[in-house]
């Protein structure tokens, strides 16, 4: 049996106190309003979770993915507004990879859409031209630098990666649907120096980069989906109608229960996910494909039931559940195609066979 | 789906030491954790193999009888079982008492050295063929607003004398269920299981174990597995991979989800309410992968069928309804669950 690594209790604990004190309702409403969290990010930061499981010679904070992974969970319990996936698993990570300095504030990373034409050419004096536009980049415009994989065109090399600047790209401002920037973003041949252009020569760069980010949305809705359950439950058992708490009508348990079970199994997925992920990211295949899948199913079946347990309440913006909602339903869209991650599942159980779909389903 | 029962097979698995796996050495046990008991039971349930003469002994009656049994009753009743001999039935349901366990009407009265016992249980699976069962029953009046209390758990050979044994034949015929008739049948003081007046509890706990398992999630696995063997050779449409997919990562995570059940059990915990939400969700998606797969494949069920994979289907088909019924129904699971939130 494959041994996961444990998170350490007191990061967990020091991470659930910190976002308590900063993600205020108010904290995370005025975020929405002005695009940017300032006071959240800098005292993540000042904590060191911004760079957490980012190697110390890079400038990281160190500690392993899975330590990385159990913040990002508890960011998305209250709807941390900040772009903490985008800087400690994602584009730090890849700054780091290609050798590169990490900033001193957030850093983001181009997901890379099918709508994207964003290329780059590398020239001799090692300078990289980019070209074209990127969408959906998180916090593009607060974030220090955007981290840009340009692929090699041999699937046998790996890339380049460039840190840029936003103040030289053209942004469009845009949001998701839970109001987090999500901007367009259109590079004009801009020429980044060589000092911010960094070699990958890892050919699964690419591979790791979406396993990733499938992992960092499966951790950031296991959060919200625990939140949002236990909001749920603490709003029925004080709501009353005929004269008792709603949360004691077997109706209304029905939707406290599947809320439950499906905050349960998603971070329990989640969890071991990343475990297997930090051992060893591109031997996590199917655990982060099957927690991705198992995700995404939790987050629509959950928003509903849990709308419909808070009536027209859950409905206003004065109350807290669409903090949790809303992000769910942008979320399972982020570093996923629709079927995109189960038709992947079905794929390694195809090729697992009869005889193998047992021990996938035991791995 | 039910497991056959092949009592030659229970007895050759127990020679291996997979039976009575969590029991103390001392009763012929092997002293084992509940997870190791977890990795055993998965692989037979994902074979198919035929554990029903053992079944109910091994996952629920054995360990009750070692957690509140005297010590008498642990060396009777614990060596056979370990050995894969004794068959265990289950005496909770009665006509007037399903869901509302804790009303039922079967009456324990005192007689000399033990306790004459009159009721009706049904449902009782495997009792035609079964060798014991424990009966809840009540042995003190019904107190206002106290249900719970005077109710006690007491271990009955099913030949005792008054007891009379009916079949009652599933939807498509097949025998299994019955109901149980006691006509003031003895039973001695010795065979009170645990303390008297304290079944509740016990039963409480021996549901913990009944219900957070593997065989709550992987009733129609079997039928999965054959559609994979009948198609290998053949690449899957992106309709059946995606189906494919949904399946085996739930499968993934709910056979995470009941490991952890079983680690609190290590842990010496009851988790009831953990073990209802595992059943609760495994036995609705056993229903659910059931009505993918028909969605997927081209065929009319049929029990006589020459395919492997049409007769497991047909089995389904007929026993499927059962799944979110036995062991609790899914509606008083929801109930035990929402009170565990805090709702």
Known sequence: ?363 | MSAGKDAEFSRKLAQKGWVGMALPTRYGGHDRTAVDRFVVVEELLSHGAPIGHHWVADRQTGSVINRFGTEEQRERFLPPICRGELSFSIGMSEPDSGSDLASVATRGTRAEGGWLLNGTKVWTSGAHENDWFVVLCRTAPLEDGNKHQGLSQMLVDLSTEGLEINGIPFLDGSPGFNEVVMNDVFVPDELVLGALGMGWAQNTSELAYERGGPDRWLSTYGIVEEFLRLNEGTPLGERAAETLGWATARWWGLRNLSLSVARMIDEGKAPSIESSLVKEMGTRFEQDVLQRVLELVDLEPSPESASLFERMVAAAVLTGPSFTIRGGTIEILRSVASKGLGS
């Open chain 1, 1 to 363: 049996m494959t041994v996961l690594p444990e998170v350490d209790e007191l990061l967990s604990e020091s991470a659930e106190r910190l976002f308590a004190d900063t993600c205020s309702f108010d904290a995370v409403e005025a975020a929405e309003e002005t695009g940017w969290a300032p006071e959240i990010w800098q005292a993540v930061a000042d904590a060191g979770f911004a760079w957490i499981g980012l190697p110390e010679q890079a400038g990281g904070s160190g500690g392993s993915l899975a330590d990385a992974c159990e913040v990002l969970r508890i960011a998305g319990s209250f709807a941390a507004p900040i772009p903490l996936a985008e800087t400690a698993v994602l584009g730090g990570w890849l700054l780091a990879q290609a050798g590169l300095a990490l900033p001193d504030g957030a850093v983001t990373v181009v997901p890379g859409l099918r709508a994207d034409t964003l290329a780059g050419s590398l020239a001799d004096d090692g300078s990289l031209t980019l070209t074209g536009t990127a969408h959906r980049v998180p916090w593009a415009a607060s974030a220090d630098r955007i981290a840009v994989l340009v692929p090699a065109s041999g699937s046998a090399d790996g890339g380049v990666v460039a840190a840029v600047d936003p103040a030289n790209v053209q942004i469009e401002a845009a949001t998701n649907v839970a109001g987090e920037p999500r901007p367009r973003l259109t590079f004009d041949s801009l020429t980044i120096g060589a000092d911010e252009v960094g070699q990958v020569d890892d050919p699964t760069t690419v591979q790791q980069l979406r396993l990733r980010g499938a992992l960092s949305r499966t951790m950031l809705m296991a959060g919200a989906l625990d939140a949002m359950s236990r909001l749920t439950v603490d709003y029925t058992s004080q709501r009353q109608q005929f004269g008792r708490p709603i949360g004691r009508f077997q109706a209304v348990q029905q939707h406290l229960v599947w809320g439950a079970q499906d905050a349960a199994i998603t971070n329990m997925a989640a969890q071991v996910a990343a475990g297997h992920a930090s051992n060893d990211l591109l031997g996590a295949r199917f655990q982060i494909a099957a927690a991705r899948t198992i995700a995404e199913g939790s987050a629509a079946t959950a928003t509903r039931g849990a709308h419909q347990a808070h009536g027209a309440m859950g409905m206003t913006q004065e109350y807290a559940l669409h903090h949790l909602s809303r992000r769910l339903w942008a979320w399972r869209h982020e570093y996923a195609q629709p079927g995109e991650w189960s038709t992947e599942v079905g794929h390694q159980a195809e090729q697992a066979g009869a005889e193998g779909l047992y021990p996938l389903i035991a791995s």
